[in-house]
């Protein structure tokens, strides 16, 4: 088993990942002329990068060693409308298990400051799975008929204010 600085800087890998995955799910709603979706994804596209790089800033601040990754290709054929989003849901769940095992591993380390930091990432995971669930909620109910609806809920609703209360953690090079 990786240790803990081992073990996060995978997680900046799969941070990437994540932001290359929303990019591609982006890039099709953009192709299908579905522009609150596209933006939707853009958006947390950019979240992702951010959170990546907050583990970076993370392990420069503790005088760890870090590794910037490649990383996997990214799902980009998707065959209807839904679909995308339940992937999203399924990723934000996945990406939860991450954290709570990093927060575990850190705790077994006695490493309470690295518990202490993952804090906030547990908090936004809570957020982006409940928003993510609720947008597949919208968007199943959604026939392809009228799925102008899902572009009307999200120009609604206030998609950041559904951040952590906690100040978010430095980013290496600035938040985007
Ligand atoms: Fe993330
Ligand atoms: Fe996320």
New binding site residues.
């Given amino acids: 088993m990786p240790g803990f600085v081992d073990a996060l800087n995978q997680q900046v890998a799969r941070?990437f990942a994540?932001s290359q995955q929303y990019v591609a799910i982006a890039v099709y709603y953009d192709s299908e002329t579905l522009s609150q979706l596209a933006s939707h994804f853009y958006r947390q596209a950019i979240?992702?990068r951010n959170?990546?790089m907050m583990i970076v800033q993370y392990l420069l601040d503790a005088n760890q060693q870090v590794v910037i990754p490649g990383v996997d290709a990214p799902r980009s054929d998707f065959s209807d409308v839904a679909g995308p989003v339940r992937l999203a849901v399924e990723q934000e769940k996945t990406?939860t298990d991450q954290i709570v095992a990093l927060a575990r591993l850190a705790r077994d380390e006695g490493d309470l400051v690295g518990e202490q930091f993952l804090g906030w990432?547990l908090q936004?995971?809570r957020e982006?799975v409940a928003s993510m669930s609720a947008l597949l909620a919208v968007v199943d109910r959604a026939s392809d008929a009228n799925v102008l609806l899902v572009e009307e809920y999200l120009a609604r609703i206030n998609v950041a204010a559904a951040e952590p209360a906690a100040p978010a953690p430095s980013a290496a090079g600035g938040a985007l």
Avoid: D, P
Wanted: aromatic share 10%.
């Fill in positions: 941070e994540a979240e992702e959170h990546a990406v990432f936004e995971q982006e």
